[in-house]
């Protein structure tokens, strides 16, 4: 099967296939855009006879069914009595209605037509990064079709985009609109994209939570009706992330079978809507949220969409988690001029907390790099005023009483011990308690002569007045220009309430479109810079997002047996490389739970190691565990962040999360696993092994480089890894351990 786009002219049939999957498509006589099939191909089978795969039963159907067609961007108006993909109002339409008529008929009908289509390798979707950093394949010229539509009577336009990425299965879609009328024209709602799926019965898993507990995988059948997801915010949010993976019921397993899979690269309002249709296709809308939502385009204006990220595997949970891991690995992720890898990172945020001094700094600094680390992040409360969460932000200058010679003399020292320096910074937040307030009382998100609800003693900036945005930009650009900070702990830290702005309800892609083109800006100048997303934790994390930072903050939830079901999750979707960890104290923090450090290790390598711990408390021989383990980790780094994954067991199903790793060639892997439920007496299972050379010979190691054992690909690929009962860490009741696997011959 050729990888490419194709036209039949006679059929009126547009056919995209990637490396095991096609989409097809077909202009109707009357100019409507039908969605035909969507389904994963094998590339030794011969073309597929497209006709025969035709769900679009033809015109003589019963008009009710008829108003269920396939449409691939289905306009509000029309015939349609379903979800819409977009809704437009011509509220001036008055030269064509009496004045009075105008006001009360403003028509609210599209019917985009197909025009003429073209093929570009150079087409980019709206909130593209624009700061100039490369991508792994930046050289690979990907085929976007556009598909150009008309509106019958308004020279209104509505092009669709679809990039296709062949090698790992996805195709991208947004939309763009003109208007090239004379009328103002606003959108009552807009997808990025609506596909399809096969007629068929599906379950459908997500993530969802809340702060401290983000990511949980949920699995729900999809029924007749719509089931939504969606954030009304201005950050992508903790209870659901914007990703999604479909499977047929009773078809598919974790490893096997067709998976249909998609994420939106948003980071604010957002919705998924999966509309189950009458006569049962699935239908999926992915844009943005329109609960309070309006996108005015005056003649002459456009607007692109940002992209859905859809796929489909052949090979379930696994393959499609492989294929959005290395989407976001080749074309969403900036390529770091620091190197392939991330740093070990130390945070003081749970070791001083608000207590900071630069003496604490130095000492906390000195000892992290004594066991290895290579990043030294300042958290929160290094800033004028900021002795606690009532004051500071919006001030983002040094505070003296801490930092009486500003930061300098902690960077140079950081420096010197041969890490690099690292700053929290939360920019689109203030405390009525600042000096940017008392000045700037209007600058904040709310609705005149009405209260302003405030969230941890923080109100939101409205970055709908493009003054703000310039503001917020020169007080980051400042702290750049004037120390050698490579790295950004962007963080946000509340709910959006009272969205009262100047942009009105444009705010919330607004916002976001600010967010991005700091972040991008600082980035262009600052070629050194990285910066980490943080929202309270996983607040934030989205193919948007991931597009400008190098790694995510996973959420405020330290725990290590916490975080493992955490983790089960958010690997569903984004690559474990960019999902940072930390081990953090004996005594966690937030759970209370006492968990020992080998365990606090095996869970925090899975991804970006941090260190939490207040090291100033430990004794030298606990110093030297944490050096032993993160020169371990400085070991399979390369293993965690490009092999890849598979979940042998979940822990939501068996009490126990069991990850391996696994480079292309098969000559390195490893294997994690976590136990965080069993009784006594159980016997945790040896999970057989994938993507190993079955000949080849392997040497196991564990942290303190003790060789347990060699041993054939073969056997480990059927029979696991021995060892379980015997290698494994067990302390307090809790087992874990992490090993590497290496071949030998
Ligand atoms: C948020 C972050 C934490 C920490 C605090 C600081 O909660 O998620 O990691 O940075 O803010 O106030």
Same mark, same amino acid.
């Given at each position: 099967?050729?990888?490419?786009?194709?036209? !039949?002219?006679?059929?009126?049939?547009?056919?995209?296939?990637?490396?095991?999957?096609?989409?097809?498509?077909?202009?109707?006589?009357?100019?409507?855009?039908?969605?035909?099939?969507?389904?994963?191909?094998?590339?030794?089978?011969?073309?597929?006879?497209?006709?025969?795969?035709?769900?679009? +039963?033809?015109?003589?159907?019963?008009?009710?069914?008829?108003?269920?067609?396939?449409?691939?961007?289905?306009?509000?108006?029309?015939?349609?009595?379903?979800?819409?993909?977009?809704?437009?109002?011509?509220?001036?339409?008055?030269?064509?209605?009496?004045?009075?008529?105008?006001?009360?008929?403003?028509?609210?009908?599209?019917?985009?037509?197909?025009?003429?289509?073209?093929?570009?390798?150079?087409?980019?979707?709206?909130?593209?990064?624009?700061?100039?950093?490369?991508?792994?394949?930046?050289?690979?010229?990907?085929?976007?079709?556009?598909?150009?539509?008309?509106?019958?009577?308004?020279?209104?336009?509505?092009?669709?985009?679809?990039?296709?990425? +062949?090698?790992?299965?996805?195709?991208?879609?947004?939309?763009?609109?003109?208007?090239?009328?004379?009328? =103002?024209?606003?959108?009552?709602?807009?997808?990025?994209?609506?596909?399809?799926?096969?007629?068929?019965?599906? !379950?459908?898993? @997500?993530?969802?939570?809340?702060?401290?507990?983000?990511?949980?995988?949920?699995?729900?059948?999809?029924?007749?009706?719509?089931?939504?997801?969606?954030?009304?915010?201005?950050?992508?949010?903790?209870?659901?992330? =914007?990703?999604?993976?479909?499977?047929? @019921?009773?078809?598919?397993?974790?490893?096997?079978?067709?998976?249909?899979?998609?994420?939106?690269?948003?980071?604010?309002?957002?919705?998924?809507?999966?509309?189950?249709?009458?006569?049962?296709?699935?239908?999926?809308?992915?844009?943005?949220?329109?609960?309070?939502?309006?996108?005015?385009?005056?003649?002459?204006?456009?607007?692109?969409?940002?992209?859905?990220?859809?796929?489909?595997?052949?090979?379930?949970?696994?393959?499609?988690?492989?294929?959005?891991?290395?989407?976001?690995?080749?074309?969403?992720?900036?390529?770091?001029?620091?190197?392939?890898?991330?740093?070990?990172?130390?945070?003081?945020?749970?070791?001083?907390?608000?207590?900071?001094?630069?003496?604490?700094?130095?000492?906390?600094?000195?000892?992290?790099?004594?066991?290895?680390?290579?990043?030294?992040?300042?958290?929160?409360?290094?800033?004028?005023?900021?002795?606690?969460?009532?004051?500071?932000?919006?001030?983002?200058?040094?505070?003296?009483?801490?930092?009486?010679?500003?930061?300098?003399?902690?960077?140079?020292?950081?420096?010197?011990?041969?890490?690099?320096?690292?700053?929290?910074?939360?920019?689109?937040?203030?405390?009525?308690?600042?000096?940017?307030?008392?000045?700037? +009382?209007?600058?904040?998100?709310?609705?005149?002569?009405?209260?302003?609800?405030?969230?941890?003693?923080?109100?939101?900036?409205?970055?709908?007045?493009?003054?703000?945005?310039?503001?917020?930009?020169?007080?980051?650009?400042?702290?750049?220009?004037?120390?050698?900070?490579?790295?950004?702990?962007?963080?946000?830290?509340?709910?959006?309430?009272?969205?009262?702005?100047?942009?009105?309800?444009?705010?919330?892609?607004?916002?976001?479109?600010?967010?991005?083109?700091?972040?991008?800006?600082?980035?262009?100048?600052?070629?050194?810079?990285?910066?980490?997303?943080?929202?309270?934790?996983?607040?934030?994390?989205?193919?948007?997002?991931?597009?400008?930072?190098?790694?995510?903050?996973?959420?405020?939830?330290?725990?290590?047996?916490?975080?493992?079901?955490?983790?089960?999750?958010?690997?569903?979707?984004? +690559?474990?490389?960019?999902?940072?960890?930390?081990?953090?104290?004996?005594?966690?923090?937030?759970?209370?739970?006492?968990?020992?450090?080998?365990?606090?290790?095996?869970?925090?390598?899975?991804?970006?190691?941090?260190?939490?711990?207040?090291?100033?408390?430990?004794?030298?021989?606990?110093?030297?565990?944490?050096?032993?383990?993160?020169?371990?980790?400085?070991?399979?780094?390369?293993?965690?962040?490009?092999?890849?994954?598979?979940?042998?067991?979940?822990?939501?199903?068996?009490?126990?999360?069991?990850?391996?790793?696994?480079?292309?060639?098969?000559?390195?892997?490893?294997?994690?696993?976590?136990?965080?439920?069993?009784?006594?007496?159980?016997?945790?299972?040896?999970?057989?092994?994938?993507?190993?050379?079955?000949?080849?010979?392997?040497?196991?190691?564990?942290?303190?480089?003790?060789?347990?054992?060699?041993?054939?690909?073969?056997?480990?690929?059927?029979?696991?890894?021995?060892?379980?009962?015997?290698?494994?860490?067990?302390?307090?009741?809790?087992?874990?351990?992490?090993?590497?696997?290496?071949?030998?011959?």
């Amino acid at each position: 099967m050729t990888e490419a786009i194709t036209f !039949d002219p006679q059929q009126k049939l547009f056919v995209l296939r990637t490396h095991r999957s096609f989409y097809a498509m077909r202009i109707l006589p009357d100019g409507q855009l039908v969605h035909v099939k969507y389904a994963p191909a094998d590339p030794a089978v011969q073309p597929l006879r497209l006709s025969l795969l035709d769900e679009y +039963p033809g015109s003589d159907w019963a008009s009710w069914e008829n108003q269920t067609r396939l449409w691939e961007f289905p306009a509000f108006g029309d015939i349609s009595y379903h979800d819409a993909a977009l809704k437009a109002a011509f509220p001036a339409a008055s030269g064509l209605l009496a004045a009075q008529d105008a006001a009360i008929y403003p028509i609210r009908d599209l019917r985009p037509r197909y025009r003429r289509h073209e093929i570009r390798t150079d087409a980019i979707p709206g909130h593209s990064p624009a700061h100039g950093r490369s991508v792994r394949k930046q050289a690979t010229a990907r085929q976007t079709l556009i598909m150009e539509m008309q509106d019958i009577g308004f020279d209104f336009i509505v092009r669709l985009f679809y990039r296709l990425t +062949p090698e790992w299965d996805i195709i991208e879609r947004w939309a763009e609109l003109e208007n090239r009328t004379t009328m =103002p024209v606003t959108m009552e709602s807009l997808a990025f994209a609506t596909i399809h799926l096969p007629l068929g019965e599906y !379950d459908l898993t @997500r993530t969802a939570g809340a702060w401290a507990r983000e990511f949980i995988p949920v699995t729900q059948s999809l029924q007749q009706g719509l089931t939504v997801l969606k954030q009304q915010g201005l950050n992508t949010g903790h209870s659901i992330n =914007p990703a999604f993976l479909v499977q047929p @019921r009773g078809q598919a397993t974790p490893e096997s079978g067709p998976t249909y899979f998609g994420a939106l690269a948003y980071s604010g309002n957002w919705s998924i809507r999966f509309e189950s249709l009458p006569t049962d296709p699935i239908r999926i809308h992915g844009g943005y949220e329109t609960d309070d939502f309006a996108l005015h385009l005056a003649p002459g204006e456009r607007h692109t969409t940002p992209a859905f990220v859809f796929g489909v595997a052949d090979d379930g949970f696994d393959g499609a988690s492989h294929r959005l891991h290395n989407f976001a690995r080749d074309y969403v992720l900036p390529v770091s001029v620091h190197g392939a890898s991330r740093p070990v990172l130390y945070n003081s945020w749970e070791a001083v907390y608000f207590d900071m001094t630069v003496e604490s700094q130095v000492r906390l600094a000195r000892l992290a790099a004594a066991i290895g680390v290579e990043l030294f992040c300042v958290d929160d409360g290094w800033f004028k005023g900021r002795r606690s969460d009532h004051a500071g932000l919006g001030d983002w200058v040094v505070d003296r009483t801490i930092f009486p010679d500003g930061l300098n003399p902690l960077i140079e020292e950081v420096k010197k011990l041969g890490m690099r320096f690292g700053l929290w910074v939360e920019p689109e937040m203030v405390n009525p308690n600042s000096d940017l307030y008392r000045v700037h +009382p209007d600058w904040v998100l709310h609705f005149p002569t009405r209260p302003r609800t405030e969230l941890r003693q923080q109100l939101i900036l409205d970055f709908g007045r493009p003054e703000v945005v310039r503001h917020v930009h020169t007080m980051l650009d400042a702290l750049l220009e004037q120390y050698d900070i490579t790295f950004f702990k962007w963080d946000m830290n509340r709910h959006a309430t009272e969205p009262g702005s100047v942009a009105g309800q444009e705010i919330w892609f607004r916002h976001v479109a600010g967010v991005y083109s700091i972040m991008d800006q600082l980035r262009q100048k600052y070629p050194r810079l990285e910066i980490q997303s943080c929202s309270g934790g996983g607040g934030r994390v989205d193919l948007g997002i991931l597009a400008r930072v190098e790694q995510v903050w996973t959420s405020d939830n330290t725990d290590a047996l916490d975080r493992v079901y955490i983790q089960d999750g958010f690997s569903l979707f984004y +690559p474990p490389g960019v999902m940072e960890s930390w081990v953090t104290h004996e005594h966690n923090h937030q759970t209370g739970r006492v968990l020992p450090l080998e365990v606090r290790f095996d869970t925090a390598m899975r991804g970006v190691l941090g260190i939490g711990t207040n090291l100033d408390r430990l004794s030298a021989e606990e110093l030297d565990t944490y050096r032993r383990n993160i020169a371990f980790y400085r070991k399979i780094r390369p293993i965690i962040e490009q092999g890849r994954l598979h979940r042998l067991a979940w822990v939501q199903d068996h009490g126990a999360s069991a990850w391996q790793m696994v480079l292309p060639d098969g000559s390195q892997s490893v294997y994690s696993l976590v136990v965080v439920h069993s009784l006594l007496g159980h016997q945790v299972p040896c999970h057989p092994l994938r993507g190993l050379v079955p000949e080849a010979t392997y040497r196991i190691t564990d942290a303190s480089e003790r060789e347990l054992l060699r041993l054939s690909g073969a056997q480990l690929m059927t029979l696991g890894l021995p060892g379980n009962h015997q290698h494994i860490y067990v302390k307090a009741g809790i087992r874990s351990r992490t090993v590497l696997l290496s071949r030998i011959d």
